[in-house]
């Protein structure tokens, strides 16, 4: 079975900080990452997404995420945060050996000015 | 573009009537999701359609939910009784194709359900 853990329900930072969000995951086989956002009162939209390749996945609205596999990680990132960034976040990943995606419980990002 | 349309916003209801979620996905994606997403928590995938055809529905509550894709566009989800428990948003997704999972999905802005 595959899931992820988001071991923060929030995160705390001033306007102009970095930003990171944690994430681990257990899956099958190759694992398919991706993150998203979540504003109030609407769908969550996609940020990015890793497959293959180049460890470090750059995203939408300056967002970028590390890829970890021995240390099974996807990290979300992003070097100076706005108070627009206030968000619920969530990671989810699938696997090759499945293609459902599971969601983690996300976390809370609030942002000061 | 238009986006995944979810209708309707927001439904009240008492325990034990009926309720009806209707999705219209991005036009041309072929693969449809309904998720439950429960206050505080992720969300859980409900069931998966490839076209009209059901790929996956491990996770549907069978004796109470039911959802169908009729023509493979549109879609309807139905809770029939409802429960206290069912209360939750419910969203609907999309995406272009199911192959390996490897492609994003696009979510609608989902229905809030409460039972009373």
């Known amino acids: 079975a595959q899931s992820v853990a988001q071991p923060e329900d929030q995160v705390n930072v001033a306007e102009g900080n970095p930003l990171t969000v944690k994430c681990t995951y257990s899956?099958?086989?190759?694992?398919?990452l991706f993150w998203y956002v979540q504003y109030p009162n609407r769908g969550l939209q996609f940020l990015l997404k890793?497959?293959?390749?180049?460890?470090l996945v750059k995203g939408s609205y300056g967002f970028e995420a590390e890829f970890n596999k021995s240390q099974t990680s996807f990290h979300l990132k992003k070097p100076s945060a706005l108070v627009s960034d206030s968000a619920l976040y969530f990671c989810?990943?699938?696997?090759?050996?499945?293609?459902?995606?599971?969601f983690g419980a996300g976390t809370t990002v609030t942002v000061r000015a | 573009e238009a986006g995944v349309a979810q209708s309707p916003r927001y439904k009240i209801i008492e325990k034990r009537q009926s309720v009806a979620f209707w999705c219209n996905p991005i036009?041309?994606?072929?693969?449809l999701y309904w998720y439950q997403q429960i206050l505080g928590q992720g969300p859980k995938l409900l069931i998966q359609?490839?076209?009209?055809?059901?790929?996956?529905d491990s996770q549907l509550p069978k004796d109470r939910f039911s959802a169908e894709r009729l023509k493979g566009v549109d879609s309807t989800l139905k809770i029939q009784p409802a429960k206290l428990e069912d209360s939750a948003v419910y969203l609907c997704a999309s995406s272009s194709s199911w192959t390996g999972g490897v492609n994003e999905q696009f979510f609608g802005p989902g229905t809030r359900l409460t039972v009373l």
């Open positions: 989810a990943v699938t696997g090759s050996n499945d293609y459902k995606l599971s």
């Open positions: 899956v099958s086989g190759n694992p398919y």
């Open positions: 890793y497959i293959t390749g180049d460890n």
């Open positions: 036009s041309g994606h072929a693969t």
């Open positions: 359609f490839q076209n009209n055809g059901v790929v996956d």
